[in-house]
């Protein structure tokens, strides 16, 4: 099995995505609003706390052999 | 002697076909994930042989992913096997030998020694399985590609399944329901990468 290619080209910033993959005022908007609703599906996962898991669904802690 | 490849250029030859779009999606994702650059041969404008255009376009690109999966007889009554992949495989290759350092080539099925049964003069090569899952893609991108500051699993998985729900959307916006057009897969370049970066910037990379 040949190793992982590592990718060592620095990360593209915002400025270089929007350039590279260009895209209509339209689409821009509406891509817009596809993060905020992306951004708002990950602050509910994270807002969940952990007391809120019914005890049945929790995973459970391996036992002693 | 053509410029050199842009580094981050990855040339996606996959099949054209609706029963391929949501490992073509994931591909798309995944390699936006990894701050790669997904280039399809439907993006560069018309004028010219198209095998010409499609050999530059290697050229300009480091790397390229050859999904072999569905080299196959296409639907009768015209069955005739599908060449388009291999051919640009072949291509890849003599570029490839010519100027090593300039491209890397990775071929990909969907089963163990399926390869080797379609094209056995590939023998040696270790091909990319994903068991014709999305997940598989994902999970074989993260084993060809390292870097650092990449999203875990379950995150690549997460925005494959919110970008793929947004794909009736995007043939709306655009006008089409070809996921290959060329304004598609911009479309899908620029959302994949934006949620990429969202993730960068609030939960820790692995």
């Given at each position: 099995?040949?190793?992982?290619?590592?990718?060592?080209?620095?990360?593209?910033?915002?400025?270089?995505?929007?350039?590279?993959?260009?895209?209509?005022?339209?689409?821009?908007?509406?891509?817009?609003?596809?993060?905020?609703?992306?951004?708002?599906?990950?602050?509910?996962?994270?807002?969940?706390?952990?007391?809120?898991?019914?005890?049945?669904?929790?995973?459970?802690?391996?036992?002693?052999? | 002697?053509?410029?050199?490849?842009?580094?981050?250029?990855?040339?996606?030859?996959?099949?054209?076909?609706?029963?391929?779009?949501?490992?073509?999606?994931?591909?798309?994702?995944g390699l936006?994930?990894l701050?790669?650059?997904?280039?399809?041969?439907?993006?560069?404008?018309?004028?010219?042989?198209?095998?010409?255009?499609?050999?530059?376009?290697?050229?300009?690109?480091?790397?390229?992913?050859?999904?072999?999966?569905?080299?196959?007889?296409?639907?009768?009554?015209?069955?005739?096997?599908?060449?388009?992949?291999?051919?640009?495989?072949?291509?890849?290759?003599?570029?490839?030998?010519?100027?090593?350092?300039?491209?890397?080539?990775?071929?990909?099925?969907?089963?163990?020694?399926?390869?080797?049964?379609?094209?056995?003069?590939?023998?040696?090569?270790?091909?990319?399985?994903?068991?014709?899952?999305?997940?598989?893609v994902l999970?074989e991108l993260r084993?060809a590609f390292?870097?650092?500051?990449?999203?875990?699993?379950?995150?690549?998985?997460?925005?494959?399944?919110?970008?793929?729900?947004?794909?009736?959307?995007?043939?709306?916006?655009?006008?089409?329901?070809?996921?290959?057009?060329?304004?598609?897969?911009?479309?899908?370049?620029?959302?994949?990468?934006?949620?990429?970066?969202?993730?960068?910037?609030?939960?820790?990379?692995?």
């Amino acid at each position: 099995m040949r190793k992982p290619i590592r990718i060592t080209a620095p990360l593209s910033t915002l400025e270089e995505i929007e350039k590279r993959f260009p895209v209509s005022k339209a689409s821009e908007k509406a891509l817009r609003a596809l993060v905020d609703e992306f951004k708002a599906t990950l602050s509910k996962r994270e807002e969940v706390p952990v007391n809120s898991i019914e005890p049945e669904k929790r995973p459970k802690r391996a036992s002693a052999a | 002697m053509p410029p050199l490849p842009d580094p981050k250029g990855v040339f996606l030859n996959v099949p054209y076909d609706e029963e391929f779009s949501g490992l073509y999606i994931a591909y798309i994702v995944g390699l936006c994930q990894l701050d790669l650059v997904p280039r399809l041969a439907s993006e560069i404008p018309g004028g010219g042989r198209r095998l010409d255009r499609i050999f530059k376009l290697i050229q300009s690109c480091r790397y390229s992913i050859h999904d072999l999966s569905r080299v196959e007889m296409s639907v009768a009554p015209t069955a005739v096997p599908r060449f388009n992949m291999p051919l640009e495989l072949g291509m890849t290759i003599t570029w490839t030998n010519l100027y090593p350092s300039r491209h890397t080539w990775f071929v990909w099925e969907s089963q163990p020694y399926r390869l080797q049964r379609s094209a056995s003069d590939l023998n040696g090569t270790d091909p990319c399985i994903h068991n014709g899952t999305a997940e598989g893609v994902l999970r074989e991108l993260r084993n060809a590609f390292h870097r650092d500051q990449m999203p875990s699993a379950p995150d690549m998985l997460g925005v494959y399944r919110f970008v793929n729900n947004q794909l009736n959307a995007i043939f709306r916006r655009n006008g089409t329901s070809n996921p290959y057009s060329k304004s598609v897969f911009v479309e899908l370049c620029r959302l994949s990468s934006y949620l990429t970066d969202i993730l960068r910037h609030t939960k820790p990379a692995v």
